[in-house]
């Protein structure tokens, strides 16, 4: 399973990104996604996830309302619309996958990861 990550950057606080990750190697449809962010000095922290199909997202209450997760099984492609930005969302942002259909808090659940996207939010 490959999984690649992008469309990270630098960003003003107030201001939106929305990053991607394209899966390969394996039916993606058949998998729950999820994102995850690692800041500098600290370990990685659930962001979101969202079932095989798509229509189970979940968000951690730091992200609520801001962020959203979505996929599109067509073009293997999971996506994290990240909105009114804060200078806490800085990090190194993760796509990951593993073997379950339905998303998942736990960390090592998630088997497969790509490779990360920095977004770095300025004041």
């Known amino acids: 399973v490959q999984l690649q990550a992008s469309g990270g950057g630098l960003v003003e606080v107030g201001s939106s990104l929305r990053l991607s990750c394209q899966s390969s190697g394996r039916p993606f449809s058949k998998f729950a996604m999820g994102w995850w962010r690692q800041a500098v000095g600290k370990g990685r922290e659930f962001v979101a996830a969202i079932n095989w199909s798509g229509d189970t997202p979940y968000h951690a209450p730091s992200v609520k309302g801001r962020f959203t997760i979505s996929r599109d099984n067509a073009k293997n492609t999971t996506y994290l619309e990240m909105n009114n930005l804060k200078l806490e969302d800085t990090a190194v942002y993760y796509c990951?996958?593993?073997?379950?259909?339905?998303?998942?808090?736990?960390?090592?659940?998630?088997?497969?990861w790509g490779q990360g996207t920095q977004v770095t939010v300025s004041s």
């Open positions: 990951a996958t593993g073997e379950m259909i339905y998303g998942s808090v736990v960390l090592n659940d998630y088997k497969y």
